[in-house]
């Protein structure tokens, strides 16, 4: 089965500086999705970017984008130029080739003025 | 619809009571997602609905809990016997064309089920 492992419940950062939100999984297949969402107190999931794991380039979205390790299972988020509304639970989620989605226990990110 | 909506957004029950939630999808997207989601845990995969396929079950954590997608759209989760360590916020997602592509999944704000 599959594993998503968040290991940072909290997680600070100043704002307009620049924070990394760790996920690694476990997994026997050669071919899948990473996602890592955002959910805001109004509890609306959001997604903030996606990596396929066959791709080698990092995805890029913005002020955010990915540090994927294929070999060590790694799939880190890395925000730059933090802004108070970036103040979020962030789940990093891994999808199957069966379409079944795991998410990580969340990372609570809080932004400091 | 502009988004995918869910109902009621919070329900209070007494255990022992049957509930029903209810997941109104995006139009037109063809998979339907249900999740469960315990205080300061992530979400927890519970059914799959994926066009006219048999529904993907795998993740329902008893024989109380049901669900059913209605003419491709509407879905309804049922609880029956519902007991305290139900209590939890039940969410909804839907994704345009399912299967193993890159379409993106959408959320609906949730239903918080308190069970006393």
């Known amino acids: 089965a599959q594993t998503v492992t968040q290991s940072q419940p909290e997680m600070s950062v100043q704002e307009a500086e620049t924070v990394t939100l760790s996920c690694t999984y476990d997994?026997?297949?050669?071919?899948?999705?990473l996602f890592w969402y955002k959910q805001p107190p109004s509890r609306q999931m959001i997604l903030v970017i996606r990596?396929?794991?066959?791709?080698?380039q990092n995805a890029t979205e913005n002020r955010f984008s990915v540090n994927f390790q294929k070999a060590a299972k790694s799939f880190s988020l890395k925000i730059s130029d933090s802004q108070l509304g970036d103040a979020a639970m962030y789940f990093c989620?891994?999808?199957?080739?069966?379409?079944?989605?795991?998410f990580g226990t969340g990372t609570s990110l809080t932004v400091i003025p | 619809g502009a988004g995918v909506s869910q109902s009621p957004s919070n329900k209070v029950t007494e255990k022992g009571k049957d509930v029903e939630l209810r997941c109104d999808p995006i139009?037109?997207?063809?998979?339907l997602y249900w999740y469960r989601q315990s205080l300061g845990q992530g979400l927890e995969f519970l059914i799959y609905?994926?066009?006219?396929?048999?529904?993907?079950k795998s993740g329902l954590p008893s024989d109380r809990f049901s669900a059913e997608r209605t003419g491709g759209s509407v879905s309804t989760l049922t609880i029956q016997r519902t007991q305290q360590e139900d209590s939890a916020v039940y969410l909804c997602?839907?994704?345009?064309?399912?299967?193993?592509?890159?379409?993106?999944?959408?959320f609906g704000p949730g239903t918080r089920l308190t069970v006393l």
């Open positions: 989620a891994y999808r199957t080739t069966g379409n079944q989605f795991y």
């Open positions: 997994t026997s297949e050669s071919d899948y999705y």
């Open positions: 997602a839907s994704i345009q064309r399912g299967g193993y592509s890159t379409d993106t999944q959408y």
């Open positions: 139009s037109g997207h063809t998979a």
């Open positions: 990596q396929e794991a066959y791709k080698q």
């Open positions: 609905f994926q066009g006219n396929s048999a529904p993907d």
